[in-house]
């Protein structure tokens, strides 16, 4: 069976937010310490501190917003602890990543230093799990007020006079479990607590961010959304896609095909479970106020031999990619409720996008996918109908194909397309529907390589980067173009 797509083009199903191309970066192995942050005096070559190759590439993906301090750390981070003459600052044990000194030289005023170098929106997770209402409090405070209080003068007496522009707060993380171990009833009821103190100063209108359910803990969502829904701007998911199981995980690089197939048919669960998630949002806010944030995605898989299993390192393959691809599709096709979304992590943990290996660096597969999909940051969602040949492996079959198409603000057109088939290349005609511009062309870029396993060092970089696509046909509003086996593409039309 062939591959068919039908897109109109003029008809569109709603923005996909920018902030779906989010990140997270977390005080977790060497995301912070080593891959973001070098400090001042590093012989790697650094801005305030921050190594300027990563700043770079980081910039090249235009990335929407970056959450931070985490994950699992936000919930006992301090951050009085981060403030002041970095040499003063108080020095504790990362407990939940590796046991390791957390030295805090890394604190607010370096995240925002990062952010505002990144031209990007602070996400900030604050500490329900062991903090008090009063530190949440006084955090937004020194962040965001610009008059005379107490924490607003501690911020000028740190050096920074102007307070900060803070969209995106976090009010705990996985608060069913690292975060506090509740249950929904309780959380909802501290939610509702901590959340009234999260003020607004000034024009700085914060966004809400209540902690969300895990995977498929829909009685989490049913609790949080009876009782505070209306109190909160956005619920988060969390979910990871894990061959195997989180008991027994499997190599990032050693797979066979089977668990090829397997990685993709999770990745795309989070179809299901958005779909699942959203129908209980609905039944309390069918306006859809309330947006899903999967502000945790991506591939899980086993530390790289011989490293601190503490620190989460992983290499990242095609396989990566594809996953990136895929979720980012679905992402796409949801953003009716799904608006802002969040990889884990940025640098050097989990389904990161660069690998850092002390002055050295390498994008990974996913870093491409980023950049080949920042076409689709705010762009208007097309409508799109597809018949796609089946993928099979060991009597399971999948959709081969999986695509979005939006049209970007400059007017151009522009498709992502996935092939998950490990070994079939797929042919693909697309059938432009209502297209204004007679004399458009197209053009594409292609990710893949020869075998899945492919990937990226701080050796040999460039095993894996994205080419022009050959091949592509364009007449009377069809397309046809041939995708490789394993292989993630954007097609652009204009
Ligand atoms: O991303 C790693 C960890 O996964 C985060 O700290 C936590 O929120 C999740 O369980």
Known sequence: MSNHI?????????????????????????????????????????????????????????????????????????????????????????????????????????????????????????????????????????????????????????????PWRLKFFGVGNENWGCGGNMRPEYYADLYRRYQTYVRNYGDNKIYRIAGGPNIDDYRWTEVLMREAGRMMDGLSLHYYTIPGSWEEKQSALDFNESQWFETMKKALHIDELITKHSAIMDQYDPQKRVALIVDEWGTWFLVEPGTNPGFLFQQNTMRDALVAGLSLNVFNAHCDRVRMANIAQTVNVLQSVILTEGDKMALTPTYHVFEMYKVHQDAELLELSKSSASYELNGQTLDQISATASRGQDGKLNISLCNVSHEAPAEITIELRGLKDAQASASGRVLHAADMHAHNTVDAPNAVAPVAMEGIRFENGILRATLPAASVAVLSIG
């Open 6 to 162: 039908v897109i109109n083009a003029d008809l569109t199903k709603g923005t996909i937010n920018k902030h779906i191309y989010g990140h997270f970066a977390e005080h977790l192995g060497r995301c912070i310490y080593g891959g973001i942050w070098v400090g001042e005096d590093s012989d790697i070559p650094n801005t305030n501190g921050i190594r300027n190759d990563v700043l770079e590439a980081l910039k090249a993906l235009s990335i929407p917003n970056l959450r931070w301090p985490g994950g699992c750390f936000a919930d006992e981070y301090h951050w009085k602890d981060g403030i002041g003459p970095r040499e003063g600052r108080k020095r504790m044990v990362n407990t939940h990543w590796g046991g390791v000194v957390e030295n805090n030289h890394f604190g607010t005023h370096e995240f925002m230093k990062l952010c505002e170098l990144l031209g990007t929106e602070p996400y900030v997770n604050g500490n329900v799990g062991s903090g008090t209402v009063q530190e949440m409090s006084e955090w937004v405070e020194y962040m965001t007020f610009d008059g005379e209080s107490p924490m607003a003068d501690l911020r000028r007496a740190n050096g920074q006079e102007q």
